[in-house]
């Protein structure tokens, strides 16, 4: 089982529309979950970071985590043909090794 | 505040010649992770150090492959006897501690291996 997995992409989505994005991990204690946004041939710029269960907004980005069903999305409120990348969630567990999933691409159709 | 800074941006190496890929943290960060990613795929975990430590290598090849983090000076990450399938952009992160912080990336390096 890998230990972060990302729902299978690409996604497109309509300007203006909301693009979700799903990530599950295998490691119950992990304690600190991010969200990376990558453009193509650029480095992952991290977006959002969240570490307890609910929710945390921060502009047209909403992160929620699950801890108790090992799940945690990111939405894309507005969504924008600039924000066409691809998005890697990223965990932490009690290991402090930095684990990535293997990213959603999404496309935002104007 | 400067970010994370990699060096060189572009290496070009013939096979079995030797790369060393340079990353110096954020301000105030000791805690330095290297990445693999090769074009189209994810990012693959390589070593997690601290200062004059390695923590976690679990994601390094067993041969050619080194990671240090000296006491002064930026982490090294080296690469002995490149061969075409070390072609790869290799990024780094850092992060202040271990627990509940944000790590960011620098720019990466991209090796070519003809």
């Known amino acids: 089982q890998k230990e972060v997995e990302q729902n299978s992409g690409p996604l497109s989505v309509p300007e203006g529309a909301i693009a979700s994005l799903n990530c599950t991990y295998s490691?119950?204690?992990?304690?600190?979950f991010f969200w990376y946004r990558q453009y193509s041939g650029k480095s992952p710029e991290l977006i959002m970071s969240?570490?307890?269960?609910g929710d945390k907004e921060d502009g047209r980005f909403t992160a929620q985590l699950n801890k108790a069903s090992q799940y945690v999305s990111l939405l894309i409120r507005d969504s924008q043909p600039s924000d066409s990348a691809t998005y890697l969630c990223?965990?932490?567990?009690?290991?402090?090794?930095?684990?990535f999933g293997a990213g959603t691409t999404v496309t935002v159709r104007a | 505040n400067a970010g994370v800074m990699q060096n060189p941006r572009h290496l070009v190496r013939r096979r079995g010649q030797e790369a060393r890929l340079r990353c110096s943290p954020m301000?105030?960060?000791?805690?330095v992770y290297w990445y693999r990613q090769l074009p189209e795929e994810g990012l693959k975990f390589m070593v997690y150090?601290?200062?004059?430590?390695?923590?976690?290598e679990s994601g390094m090849p067993k041969e050619r492959f080194s990671a240090e983090f000296p006491k002064e000076g930026p982490s090294i990450l080296r690469i002995q006897q490149v061969v075409r399938g070390d072609s790869a952009a290799y990024f780094c992160?850092?992060?202040?501690?271990?627990?509940?912080?944000?790590?960011?990336f620098g720019q990466g390096t991209r090796l070519t291996v003809v």
């Open positions: 969240i570490y307890s269960n």
């Open positions: 992160a850092s992060s202040p501690t271990e627990i509940n912080t944000e790590a960011f």
């Open positions: 150090l601290q200062k004059e430590n390695i923590i976690d």
């Open positions: 301000k105030g960060h000791s805690h």
């Open positions: 490691d119950r204690v992990s304690q600190s």
């Open positions: 990223a965990v932490k567990p009690n290991d402090y090794k930095l684990s």
